[in-house]
């Protein structure tokens, strides 16, 4: 099956920084690589996704490239602000009967 | 904004004791999922369903079982709660990408098992 490797598993910034999370996985069929971010108290949401035909995405002060060969991908915050603490999950998925594969989680925190 | 609710937030319970954690979800999705998240962050599989009638078993071995007899609703139940069943349960419901699930989570259940 599916496995997804997520690091690093703790990462503190200072506010304005930029951060990157990065994901590994090991199925090449896997097609929807999706971003959650769960704040405290709350289940994650998703906040970005790219599919296997797409190399960047970007929203805002996030952004998510894959790179298939290498099968990884990357999450990348730029300007953080103290609201980015959060812990989040990238996740690999294939479609039809499925389930998405998450990573362990990167705990984000953000310093002012 | 995804409407997907979990009831309740917080249980507290003694040692032996039935209980049914309850998810609802408006939106019509076919799957559906429970997991359990260990302090440690990670999300654990433990039971999924496909759609009305159907149930399978997740990652982890869980001693809770679920039903899914109505499409909005995938309840779970723990016959005889332990100390060891302390933990965050999380349900989801997914909504097909194509190529893959984009999954709506609830605000999840604490359970704390004396």
């Known amino acids: 099956g599916e496995n997804v490797e997520q690091h690093p598993s703790t990462l503190s910034v200072q506010e304005g920084d930029s951060a990157v999370i990065k994901c590994t996985y090991s199925d090449s069929a896997s097609n929807y690589f999706p971003w959650y971010k769960q704040e405290l108290g709350k289940g994650p949401q998703l906040i970005i996704d790219i599919r296997s035909n797409v190399g960047e995405k970007k929203d805002q002060r996030i952004a998510v490239t894959l790179n298939k060969t290498a099968k990884h991908f990357s999450l990348h915050i730029t300007e953080t602000q103290p609201e980015d603490s959060a812990v989040y999950f990238c996740?690999?998925?294939?479609?039809?009967?499925?389930?998405?594969?998450f990573g362990r989680g990167t705990s984000l925190i953000v310093h002012p | 904004e995804a409407d997907i609710y979990q009831t309740p937030r917080y249980l507290v319970i003694g040692t032996g004791k039935k209980i049914t954690l309850e998810c609802s979800q408006t939106?019509?999705?076919?799957?559906m999922y429970w997991y359990q998240q260990d302090p440690g962050m990670e999300l654990h599989l433990i039971h999924y369903s496909y759609g009305v009638n159907s149930t399978e078993k997740g990652d982890l071995s869980s001693e809770s079982t679920v039903s899914r007899i109505r499409t909005e609703h995938f309840p779970l139940t723990l016959e005889s709660a332990r100390p060891s069943h302390t933990s965050q349960y999380l349900c989801?419901?997914?909504?097909?990408?194509?190529?893959?699930?984009?999954?709506?989570f609830g605000s999840g259940t604490q359970l704390s098992v004396l």
């Open positions: 989801a419901s997914s909504s097909p990408q194509g190529a893959g699930e984009k999954l709506f």
């Open positions: 939106m019509g999705h076919d799957k």
């Open positions: 996740a690999a998925s294939k479609g039809g009967s499925y389930i998405p594969t």
